[in-house]
């Protein structure tokens, strides 16, 4: 399922970038009414290959795509200085944000990021 926190992560990105949804569909190859739906959170299940094109029409890597709070804002790097801090972050999370980690950081590996 496509997190919220994914969905908004996109907004914020295109928005903060000063970029329409036309141009970012346009750019990705895709629908301008599916990334509508896509940012609403109105599509739970969205094929890898489309989230891939949308990362890459934002001009991002995987990475910079999923270092973000829970406002869709990215988090520095000192926030991610070293294990111990990820480690302490990882834990104050809900077991399903803890899931939703996990399942990011196993697709991050799988792709070679």
């Known amino acids: 399922m496509l997190s919220d926190n994914i969905s908004s992560r996109i907004r914020f990105l ?10 970012l569909a346009e ?11 896509v940012e609403r959170g109105q599509i739970k299940n969205i094929k890898l ?18 270092s973000f709070d829970n406002t ?9 200085s070293n294990v111990q801090d990820l480690n302490e972050l990882i834990s104050s999370l809900n ?3 803890k899931n939703r980690v996990l399942e990011i950081i196993k697709l991050s590996i799988a792709l070679g990021n």
């Open 95 to 97: 077991e399903l944000d």
């Open 49 to 66: 290959d489309t989230l891939d094109k949308i990362i890459s029409a934002l001009d991002m890597d995987y990475a910079d795509f999923f």
């Open 14 to 23: 295109r928005i903060e970038k000063g970029i329409t949804q036309e141009y």
């Open 72 to 80: 869709g804002k990215a988090l520095s790097k000192k926030q991610f």
């Open 27 to 37: 750019k990705a190859k895709i629908d301008v009414s599916y990334l509508g739906k």
